[in-house]
């Protein structure tokens, strides 16, 4: 068993992975990191590289990269891997706004062959 997330340069992506990171010390399972498939593939390269040398020997931690679409990248990776859980962030909204989600996190609550944990900054 894993646990997957997406890892994003924004509060709401940090925030995630930094509940996935606690969630699989807590559980002892590894975590793969999906990275944002928007950004130079040399870029996501480097910060997946500095996050494993981070948690070396702590976690086992397993970069993929994304396409782009980070709704299916999360799907995807979690079904390959067997995921017990995703990790994705939201960011606050107006009244208004909470009346829906936004599109990508409806679909992977949707969609997600396990359970999905939501965390807001």
Same mark, same amino acid.
């Given at each position: ?9 924004? &509060? /709401? ?16 399972? &590894? ?6 498939? +928007?950004?130079? !593939? /040399? #870029?996501?390269? !480097? ?7 981070? *948690? ?14 980070? !709704? /299916?990248? *999360? ?8 995921? #017990?859980?995703?990790?994705?962030? *939201?960011? +606050? ?17 949707? #969609?997600? &062959?396990? &359970?999905?944990?939501?965390? +807001?900054?």
């Amino acid at each position: 068993m894993t646990i997957v997330v997406g890892h994003f340069a924004t &509060p /709401e992506g940090q925030e995630a992975l930094s509940t996935a990171v606690a969630e699989a010390r807590e559980r002892e399972v &590894p975590l793969v990191v999906v990275t944002n498939g +928007k950004r130079p !593939a /040399e #870029e996501c390269q !480097a910060e997946g590289e500095e996050l494993v040398s981070q *948690l070396a020997g702590e976690i086992d931690v397993r970069i993929e990269p994304g396409t782009g679409d980070l !709704a /299916e990248d *999360l799907i995807r990776a979690a079904t390959n891997a067997g995921a #017990e859980l995703i990790v994705i962030g *939201l960011r +606050k909204r107006s009244p208004v706004g909470k009346l829906i989600l936004g599109a990508g996190a409806q679909r992977i609550l949707v #969609e997600a &062959p396990c &359970p999905v944990l939501a965390v +807001k900054v």
